[in-house]
């Protein structure tokens, strides 16, 4: 698919099939702003040639949250339909993509595996969620709508890490979106030797770590990577991740009511991540209803951030978004795919 190539590589394909160097440049402006075949400039002739490579355009449903956020289904080539989420900050507007059909991690809380993995997404698949928002929100590719991205979507991106790792470099690529590191979070359940890669292969994305639990025991009984990797494992790599990079680490800590929110929790994470530059940010766990499990009252998740800040540990609470139109955090699955096939 085009979108999965570079600028370069885009016009060694023009070449390739004997088009002049400026088609190349059509081409890859038409993709990027996310353009459907028949409304380029490009001569029919020309769009007969790339069209079995030309990205499928299509929006299946746009649902907007009373809070602003955005859910927007996107139907790939082969069919299949994955969610991206929009969201409006003070600092920018960020979205949150995709990164596999599914997920194969089966943690007990979230909506992503509830099918397991169907596929993963290609560097392309997930670039051209990018394009298409970003073009939905008025954006071009020379001036962007969309300030961050978050790979918190549908997925494990470390489980899909090839193509992870090219749609970061395409997404940085200064001919393409332009996208600094610093402005993309890559989110992980904690594979830890591809976070050693990712420091190794030189990318200082800021690394989210998925933890919600304290203890390795607590954290098997909801999270069955765990069972591959301990918590003392995961902190390691994340120190490796921060020397190599200066990146400030962050956590996930969703609140399981009862599970993982006493306030004996609050002190072992805050002694887990004694000596990390880290934050954390924890959020009650938000509603799935296949999964059963429950979220912390709004009020004692205050106070175990509250406990986290006195014992010196950076941490917020954060502001659950699209939980109306089941786009927030653990909430995105496949549903719509079952709706439309
Ligand atoms: N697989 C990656 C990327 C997904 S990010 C990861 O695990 O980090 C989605 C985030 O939402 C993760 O932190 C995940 O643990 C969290 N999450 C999953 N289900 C949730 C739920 N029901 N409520 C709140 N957060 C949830």
Do not use: W
Not at 82 to 109: N, P, R, W
Request: with cysteine.
């Amino acid at each position: 698919m085009l979108l999965d190539l570079s600028f370069k590589q885009i016009q060694e394909y023009a070449e390739q099939k004997h088009l002049p160097k400026f088609r190349g440049k059509q081409i890859f402006d038409a993709i990027l702003n996310a353009k459907p075949a028949s409304q380029t400039n490009l001569p029919k002739q020309v769009l007969q040639q790339i069209e079995s490579d030309y990205p499928h355009f299509e929006i299946v449903k746009k649902l907007i949250s009373k809070d602003g956020t955005i859910k927007y289904a996107l139907r790939m080539g082969d069919g299949q339909v994955i969610e991206s989420v929009l969201m409006h900050h003070d600092y920018g507007t960020t979205l949150c993509v995709s990164s596999q059909v599914g997920c194969a991690m089966g943690c007990k809380f979230c909506a992503s595996s509830l099918n397991g993995l169907v596929r993963n997404l290609s560097a392309g698949e997930i670039l051209q969620q990018v394009a298409m928002v970003n073009k939905d929100l008025g954006g071009s590719v020379k001036k962007r709508a969309i300030t961050n991205i978050v790979l918190m979507g549908m997925g494990e991106p470390l489980d899909n890490y090839q193509n992870v790792t090219k749609f970061l470099q395409l997404a940085c690529d200064e001919d393409s979106f332009n996208f600094s590191q610093r402005n993309i979070t890559l989110s992980t359940c904690g594979i830890v030797p591809k976070i050693y890669q990712l420091a190794d292969d030189g990318f200082s994305v800021t690394l989210t770590i998925s933890l919600h639990a304290v203890s390795d025991a607590k954290r098997k009984k909801t999270m069955p990577i765990a069972n591959k990797y301990s918590i003392k494992q995961i902190i390691s790599a994340c120190k490796y991740y921060f020397n190599k990079t200066g990146r400030r680490i962050s956590f996930e800590y969703a609140l399981i009511a009862d599970e993982n929110d006493s306030m004996q929790d609050a002190e072992k994470l805050a002694h887990l991540v004694r000596g990390l530059n880290c934050h954390i940010n924890v959020i009650p766990l938000n509603d799935v209803k296949e999964r059963g499990l429950k979220g912390t009252q709004i009020k004692k998740a205050y106070a175990f951030v509250e406990k986290l800040n006195s014992l010196g540990v950076n941490a917020t609470k954060r502001r659950s978004m699209g939980e109306d139109i089941a786009g927030a955090c653990g909430q995105l699955r496949q549903s719509v795919v079952k709706e439309e096939s």
